[in-house]
């Protein structure tokens, strides 16, 4: 980042972003854009696993798409996202516990997927009701009624290598990069 000018902080990276048509390049970047709201675009396939390479991504919002697939355990390094929304898509497997690490996320949304298993228990988790997971009927543990009981330890490389799997196939990424 650069120093305080005019009493802002800025990135010194630029970005180019089309609008409409129009081509801009925006070189002077403040944190408060650091958003990321992909909802309601009718995306297909799997989440990227390079979205947690976005570490400054505060705000990011996949909702109401057709993604499907495992969440991606890298969004666990998203050390400042304040707000992740991935409801009303047919995401399914586990919550992966390194979401738990994410001790700015102030609101998180789940909601109408096929996940199952037990909730990953953290600070931040502690702090969301049933409505950020409703719709998941196979979750368990708090908030929602169902008990978590004996988990089941999952060999981190079957996960990587499926969520690998998923990401080298997904029509996401390939959507999105071509945007």
């Known amino acids: ?31 408060l854009y650091t958003v990321i709201d992909l909802s309601n675009n009718k995306f297909e396939g799997h989440i990227p696993c390079v979205l947690g390479d976005l570490i400054a991504i505060r705000v990011l919002n996949l909702s109401h798409n057709g993604l499907q697939g495992h969440i991606p355990p890298s969004l ?13 898509n047919q995401l399914s497997g586990e919550i992966p516990q390194q979401l738990a690490s994410l001790t700015t996320l102030e609101f998180l949304n789940l909601s109408h997927n096929y996940l199952q298993g037990c909730i990953p228990q953290g600070p ?10 409703e719709g998941n009927d196979c979750l368990r543990g708090f908030p929602v009624s169902k008990s978590c009981g004996d988990t089941r330890v999952l060999d981190t490389n079957d996960t990587v290598s499926a969520v690998d799997d998923e990401e080298s196939n997904s029509e996401f990424l390939s959507d999105f990069l071509k945007a």
Not at 16 to 22: A, E, P, W, Y
Not at 124 to 133: D, G, V
């Open 1 to 31: 980042m650069k120093p305080p000018s005019e009493g802002y902080v800025y990135y010194q990276d630029s970005a180019i972003v089309v609008t409409k048509g129009l081509k801009l390049e925006v070189v002077k970047i403040l944190p």
């Open 76 to 88: 666990g390094s998203l050390s400042v996202v304040e707000s992740l929304d991935l409801s009303f």
């Open 124 to 133: 931040q988790f502690h702090t969301f009701e049933n409505n950020s997971y």
